[in-house]
């Protein structure tokens, strides 16, 4: 199914799926209920994306700052990640879909290291769309590393002070080759960005809902697209000088 107007649909969404931890409390079960019910979500948006054409879907699934909630949840969530790329591989392949991760992903357990590594080896030539995983995720810690890396650069002689530009930059970030954001979806009624992407928000239409992440279906990202596709996305200049198509 294509939507009715193409031109305007997002090239890339990313999602901050928020609010597993409310629904699990609001139907009377623990909070790791709460996650497993957002794995359903997350199966739903990705074939959602998949179908209506968009091309990038980036999905923060652990922040950084995650990895102080208590240790039962942090080990639960790492085994339903595990479960659920076990599980979906073979869709990937099946999708046409690529496999990608940002954040730092030295710090997930090996198991998770393993199916992430055989996941994204065995997608890597896919071009039906890019799911984007950010796990261990954090926009201060990636801005930070990539610093690093143009001044290891710098010393081994590869880059020069003058070189550096706001697009040489986003080379050095976790998300190189994957264009900005066009849309940034988070649920659960909070209005903030957690350490999400950062960088690459700049110009990025934000559309927050009160939906629990568990709850949220293929009619309420029609709805986020539809929301995104009535605005104008101005980039500092004036409404007659932007480009209507
Ligand atoms: C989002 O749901 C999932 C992760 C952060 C891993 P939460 O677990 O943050 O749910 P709430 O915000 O406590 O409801
Ligand atoms: C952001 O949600 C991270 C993910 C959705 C993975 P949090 O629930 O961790 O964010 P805060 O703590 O409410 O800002
Ligand atoms: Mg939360």
Redesign the pocket.
């Known amino acids: 199914m294509r939507m009715e107007n193409q031109r305007t649909l997002p090239r890339h969404i990313a999602i ?4 597993n ?1 409310r629904w699990a409390e609001r139907h009377a079960l623990g909070r790791i209920a709460g996650h497993k019910r957002g794995a359903k979500s997350v199966k739903i948006a990705v074939k959602t994306c998949r179908e209506i054409g968009i091309q990038y879907l980036t999905l ?4 950084v ?2 990895w102080s909630r208590p240790r039962e949840e942090v080990d639960a969530l790492m085994g339903l990640l595990e479960k659920y790329l076990r599980a979906e591989l073979q869709e990937m392949i099946k999708n046409n879909i690529r496999l990608m991760v940002i954040g730092d992903i030295e710090t997930l357990p090996s198991p998770v290291r393993k199916i992430l590594t055989e996941s994204m080896d065995k997608t890597a030539g896919n071009n039906g769309m890019v799911l984007n995983l ?1 796990l261990s ?1 954090g926009g201060r810690d990636e801005i930070v590393d990539a610093v690093r890396k143009i001044m290891q650069d710098r010393e081994n002689g590869k880059i020069d002070l003058r070189h550096i530009t706001k697009e040489v930059f986003s080379r050095y970030l976790h998300t190189a080759n994957i264009p900005d954001p066009d849309l940034l979806i988070r649920t ?1 009624g ?1 209005y ?1 960005l ?3 992407l950062l960088w690459q928000t700049a110009y990025t239409e934000f559309y927050f809902t009160d939906v629990l ?1 568990p709850d949220f279906r293929r009619k309420h990202l029609m709805a986020a697209i539809a929301d995104y596709q009535r605005r104008e996305r101005r980039f500092g200049l004036i409404s007659n000088q932007v480009q209507k198509d």
């Open positions: 901050i799926m928020d609010g931890g923060y699934a652990f922040s700052e995650n950010a995720y659960s909070e903030r957690s350490n999400f992440w």
